[in-house]
């Protein structure tokens, strides 16, 4: 099972960020004389990405078809600028294999796999690190309204401009009672979905992804859950919308 998600906020959006981030325009002049206004994007090597004020258009030139007062202009702004977040495809399949418990018919055990793609989507910036943390969240079979941490995982990735990498996750197993309209089913947790989280150097999450509605509900909501749900223990009670149920502590 596949999920894919494209972190690629809209051209109004970044170049309407781009003014207030930047204020007043740059002036500089090229090799040939002429002065031009700019508002700096991103410099990448001795590439250097502009636009126009007013104008949502982009521009990549090298840094050295500018005078080098210009020059010197464009490499002290491009280091005020504010990281901007990496441009990434974010494919992830997870693979579920069931098998019976020997000692029972409806008792199943389930091996979770996961495989995480990540590409960087830009052409001029490069992804210097990424830290990645993936959770992995059970539903019980008797009782649906609970949940729980299966595993909680963590990988490190970097890309160049264009490139992909990927990363696998270690396989990790859980039971449960498969019958669902027994009055005798003893529960257990299978596996419902996971919770992405890529973060900076800086520990700024830059991407977050789940395959489950009411999880993106809850995480939409309240502005610090995904930093706390990141680091639940596993073996966490949880609500469909990622809270402890009440009375409870973690882990318990």
Known sequence: ?????????????????????????????DLKG???????VSLAGDNVT???????KEFTLAVTQFDDASQDLIRKQAAALPAAP??????VVIGKRRTDK?????????????TVRLTNLSNTNEVPSLKGKIVFIGQNTRTPSNFTVLSTQSFEASMKTGE????????FRTSYDSDNKGAGNVGGYQYYGYILALSDEAGNIVFNQTTTGSFRKA????ADLLKRVIDYPKGAALTDKLEPPPGSRLGL
């Not at 099972?1 to 002049?29: E, K």
Request: hydrophobic share 40%; proline share 7%; glycine share 2%.
């Open 1 to 29: 099972m596949s999920f894919r998600s494209t972190f690629l906020p809209a051209a109004s959006a970044l170049w309407l960020l781009s003014a207030m981030a930047h204020g007043a325009p740059l002036s500089v002049t």
């Open 34 to 40: 002429r002065s031009i206004e700019i508002d700096i």
């Open 50 to 56: 502009f636009r126009r004020p007013g104008s949502p």
């Open 86 to 91: 990496p441009k990434l495809s974010v494919d």
């Open 102 to 114: 020997a000692d029972s018919y409806y008792m199943k055990t389930q091996e979770v796999t996961c």
């Open 164 to 171: 992909s990498v990927t990363r696998s996750t270690e396989n």
């Open 219 to 222: 995480l939409e909501s309240k």
